[in-house]
């Protein structure tokens, strides 16, 4: 079940409408056994490791918190680590680590063949593994008191808006909404999380799965196209992440929102930025700050002078790679990210004053947003020989110019749908979000808004409920 | 909660307005488009008031392979791309529903879609095309319902019958009223400087992917879309005949399943049929006739509509003149 369809509408009003006649109470409830089955909705058995995870971690923190040695604890802390990371491994890197090894040993003439397992990747486990690692770590450090209640616990862990693709939660942010007893359905959530949903439905239908037939037929065919139609495929392709990804998050925290709860911003229009720096604190900020906070400050941030800083950032942006998935073109777009990184770092470029006027602006925000779709040929081409087939071309294309449009009503919807978002992006979202919208615009502002972006979706929505990419992750 | 009912109904209520509006103006733009895909096409025919002796139908490769021009009978192209069986069948209807049915008919069938691995079904999605004549014509009406149990909730947005086709609609409905057209609806492909690069790059694999392929069986769906299509044209005493176009690769096992079960089952319907797949001639092996591996450029498809026209000679008795070429 997936947002962009029918069927989640009609769970969606189930869950709203039983949500306001039930006892808040009791509301857990409700919720706790609608996201089992929103997640059952793609495979009954992997909820059975949903519930191992979340049976591991509630009996790991409520112990550590009980617990005086520091020795004994941190015990149970890397044992909570081992069990996560492991379902993570087995699921996600197992075949990966196989090949790779495969390969190493067959430089050396060692034959090796390892059982390859066909077992599918459980949707959203690298989110609500990262989710439940970070509870347990902040238990460990005494940022968080555990949860008593399991079964709000277990909510906590599976809560459906951001389930499969996130944001991925804090305990700090999430936790304490939950526990609450008292009713948030208000006419503010409820317009503000609409509008967020309707706004997200449009980039996914509208723009990314529009966009995503253009990629697709150039990227599957990339022998055939010359170096502008490549280029202007991959610029496509940094626009179809980013509204697959970003229209998901949008739905997932309007959905909440009408429900009352108030999840993480997880995209401040990324593309905007002037920075490769600024870029990574404006995308899937719920993973950077958590890569930032788990991993990055961990391994000593930069506390021990540049040169550590630069070996800690490239570290951390290799393993984000990784977490996207298990391959090495993923690893090479964490790498090509954490030296966009380091570079920043030692040439101070976030010391750098972007605001002296609207052309260095904009040529340092051109300049970031070309870095960034470099690094996305890596992450949308299927191996690393077809990405650096594709650079080359967009670099040394003899028939560079020949530019191939392929479908004009696929083209023209994309440019519509494009200016479309970027006029509200920029226009109306740039400084507010929708909370605050809600609460200064006119409700007749507010209605008009959700009727057009529901009336775009009916005439240039593809309508065929497709799949997130983040969900593969 | 008043206050959230009053803010939903306010949204449905004007979305209801908008789409009505909407979709007002555009059946007032499509009702004059005659160019293009996106519903064009078929309105040009609609509108023509000369009568059609031969319509071919089929998909891009009937489209490409046929050229109307040469039969001496009056001779139209509805073909659509990447189009199947269902879409063709439910065109039908909505020609029988509008009285604008051929003479004669000429269908082009894929192999691919009566023979299927096991397990696997023709895709009947290709009838969202025709989704303008939801509501309008029974057949394309029911069979879009059976697409899912959900699909009326989409289409209870009468625009939603534009879905995709708004900006094509606009374009298409500025050049029908600059230029109204008057073709046959071939369109040829010229040849091109990469055209055998492409056909030898992809030849190979499609060759390989053919051969690996087992348990096919013949698709059921596919086989009741064609009796349904034969049982229209008997009903409106239009003569069919069936062909296959040729392939510039080697037919594989799902080609060779196909034709012994097409053969068979349209001489019991009593329908001809030409495969040029299977039975390729040799001329086909040159390397310049070809786009790709599935289309035929202009040379090749002159070389096609000759052999087609020798072998559906009898079958249109004295209404094809072999000289006109």
């Known amino acids: 079940m997936v947002f962009n369809s029918i069927q989640y509408l009609i769970f969606f009003l189930i869950i709203f409408g039983l949500y306001y006649v039930i006892q808040p109470k009791y509301r857990w409830v409700l919720m706790l056994i609608g996201s089992y089955f929103f997640y059952m909705s793609w495979k009954p058995v992997y909820i059975l490791l949903i519930i191992f995870s979340t049976s591991v971690d509630y009996y790991v923190s409520n112990k550590m918190y009980r617990i005086k040695d520091p020795k004994l604890k941190k015990k149970f802390l890397i044992g909570s680590i081992i069990v996560n990371l492991s379902l993570l491994f087995f699921f996600k890197y197992y075949n990966f680590f196989n090949d790779s090894i495969s390969t190493v040993l067959g430089h050396f003439n060692v034959i090796y063949h390892p059982i390859i397992s066909t077992i599918l990747l459980p949707v959203g486990l690298s989110f609500y593994t990262f989710q439940s690692l970070s509870f347990n770590i902040d238990v460990y450090k005494g940022k968080v008191i555990p949860e008593r209640h399991i079964g709000k616990f277990a909510l906590y862990i599976s809560f459906f808006p951001q389930l499969v693709a996130g944001p991925i939660e804090r305990a700090t942010n999430l936790l304490p909404q939950i526990q609450r007893n008292d009713s948030n359905l208000t006419y503010q959530n409820f317009a503000a999380g609409l509008s967020q949903l309707l706004f997200g439905l449009f980039k996914k239908v509208v723009v990314a799965d529009t966009a995503a037939i253009y990629v697709n037929s150039v990227y599957n065919n990339y022998e055939f196209y010359t170096g502008s139609t490549l280029l202007i495929a991959t610029y496509i392709f940094a626009l179809q992440i980013y509204c697959d990804f970003s229209g998901y998050s949008d739905m997932a925290i309007g959905s909440a929102r009408m429900l009352g709860y108030n999840l993480m911003e997880n995209f401040r229009i990324p593309y905007f930025s002037k920075s490769v720096t600024e870029f990574w604190r404006r995308w899937h900020i719920s993973l950077s700050s958590w890569l930032r906070d788990y991993l990055y400050i961990p391994l000593g941030g930069n506390r021990k002078g540049v040169f550590f800083a630069i070996k800690n950032l490239i570290l951390t942006m290799l393993l984000g790679g990784l977490w996207h998935g298990a391959s090495w073109n993923f690893v090479i777009w964490g790498a090509l990210n954490g030296f966009y990184l380091a570079i920043e770092r030692i040439l101070n470029w976030n010391k750098i004053e972007f605001n002296k006027n609207i052309f260095s602006k904009s040529f340092y925000a051109f300049l970031t947003f070309n870095l960034i779709s470099l690094s996305w040929i890596f992450f949308r081409a299927q191996s690393f020989d077809q990405s650096l087939f594709i650079i080359k071309e967009i670099f040394h294309s003899r028939d560079f110019f020949n530019f191939q449009i392929i479908d004009t009503s696929i083209f023209a919807n994309i440019i519509i749908g494009t200016a479309i978002l970027l006029l509200f992006e920029y226009f109306v979202f740039r400084k507010a979000n929708f909370i605050p919208i809600v609460n200064t615009k006119s409700l007749t502002w507010v209605i008009l808004f959700c009727t057009v972006m529901l009336m775009l979706v009916i005439l240039f929505g593809i309508s065929e409920g497709s799949q997130f990419i983040y969900f593969q992750f | ?325």
């Open chain 2, 1 to 325: 909660m008043k206050k959230i009912l009053v803010f939903f109904i306010s949204i449905l209520v004007c979305l209801i307005i908008l789409d009505r509006i909407i979709s007002f103006s555009l059946d007032k733009l499509y009702s004059k488009n005659f160019w293009g895909e996106s519903g064009g096409n078929i309105n040009y025919f609609l509108s023509r008031q000369e009568t059609t002796d031969l319509l071919i139908i089929g998909d891009s490769r009937a489209h490409r392979h046929i050229i109307p021009d040469s039969f001496s009978v009056k001779t139209f192209s509805l073909c659509h791309h990447g189009m199947n069986l269902i879409f063709h069948t439910g065109l039908l209807h909505i020609l029988e529903q509008q009285k604008k049915l051929p003479e004669n008919i000429l269908l082009h069938l894929e192999h691919n879609e009566f023979a299927q691995p096991n397990g696997f079904s023709s895709d009947n999605k290709d009838i969202q095309h025709l989704r303008y004549f939801y509501g309008i014509n029974p057949y394309v009406t029911d069979k879009i319902n059976h697409l899912s149990s959900t699909e009326w909730v989409l289409y209870f947005w009468k625009s939603y019958r534009y879905n995709g086709k708004l900006i094509s609609l606009i374009k298409n409905y500025y050049l029908s009223r600059k230029e109204h057209p008057n073709h046959s609806g071939f369109e040829p492909l010229l040849p091109e400087k990469l055209d055998s690069f492409r056909v030898i790059s992809e030849v190979k694999q499609i060759e390989l992917e053919n051969a690996s392929e087992t348990n096919l069986t013949i698709d059921t769906f596919s086989i009741a879309l064609l009796s349904d299509f034969i049982s229209v044209c008997k009903r409106n005493n239009i003569k069919l005949a069936c062909f296959v176009s040729p392939y510039y690769f080697k037919p594989g096992k799902k080609h060779q399943l196909s034709n012994v079960f097409l053969s068979q089952f349209l001489k019991e319907k009593g329908v001809s049929f030409m495969d040029f797949c299977v039975n390729r001639p040799s001329e086909y092996d040159n390397l310049n006739l070809w786009r790709d591996s599935y289309h035929l450029n202009i040379d090749g498809a002159k070389i096609l509509t000759h052999q087609l026209k020798l072998q559906t000679f009898d079958f249109y008795n004295s209404k094809i003149n072999l000289d006109n070429n």
